[in-house]
């Protein structure tokens, strides 16, 4: 069995706490406690400078922790948008069911100025390397930089906007997951494979 080195032990402890307690009523002693080191023996420090450094590199890795650093190249053996949209959908899935336990955690850190940051920094890496996917598909050639991103955040908006309130524990009992996931999939898989003859007179959305 691979022997956990002592900055992991530290931050597995604290992750654990913070999440259960909240980052103002955990101690770096109880931080080293629950990580098996001998309290203000100085262990810590020779890892994190404050409590608040490790709150921070914390809650950096849950918020910005974005399916495979979206790295989308793997998507092009796909050869086709609906099964790739429905790939990049369960990435977000499933990184939204990793950050679950740690949504308290999440939401200590976006109150503070590094945390609005890094997030601001995140999302906007998030939407370049979607923008430039949604770019290689026949409505994204079509527009300019700025409608791209437009595109992008109306194409993934619906499917991020369902997963934020499963998360919060919205009752959506009338939508069930598969037939949101599918319906999403198939409707933004026309619009991008087809661009504006996918909204040509009498295939209109709004009919």
């Known amino acids: 069995m691979k022997k956990v080195n002592t900055k992991e032990r530290i931050k597995r402890a604290a992750l654990d706490l913070f999440a259960r307690q909240g980052f103002a009523a955990t101690s770096i002693a109880a931080i080293e406690k629950g990580a098996g080191l001998a309290p203000r023996a100085g ?19 849950r918020i910005t922790e974005t399916p495979e650093g979206f790295d989308l190249k793997g998507l092009r053996s796909f050869a086709d948008t609906r099964a790739e949209l429905i790939a990049l959908a369960r990435r977000f899935e499933e990184a939204s069911e990793r950050q679950q336990p740690w949504l308290r955690l999440i939401e200590e850190v976006r109150l503070t100025d590094a945390g609005r940051e890094f997030e601001a920094r995140a ?31 109306n194409v993934f908006g619906g499917w991020l906007f369902y997963l934020t ?43």
């Open 123 to 153: 999302n906007a890496e998030m939407l370049e390397a979607l923008t430039e996917w949604v770019r290689t598909k026949t409505a994204g050639k079509e527009l300019d930089p700025g409608q791209a991103a437009a595109l992008t955040m």
């Open 43 to 61: 262990a810590f420090y020779r890892h994190f400078d404050s409590k608040q450094a490790l709150f921070e590199e914390l809650a950096r890795e």
């Open 165 to 207: 309130k499963r998360q919060q524990g919205v009752e959506l009992a009338s939508v069930e997951r598969d037939v949101m996931l599918n319906g999403w999939a198939s409707v933004w898989a026309k619009v991008l494979d087809q661009g504006t003859a996918a909204l040509r007179p009498g295939e209109r959305a709004s009919r």
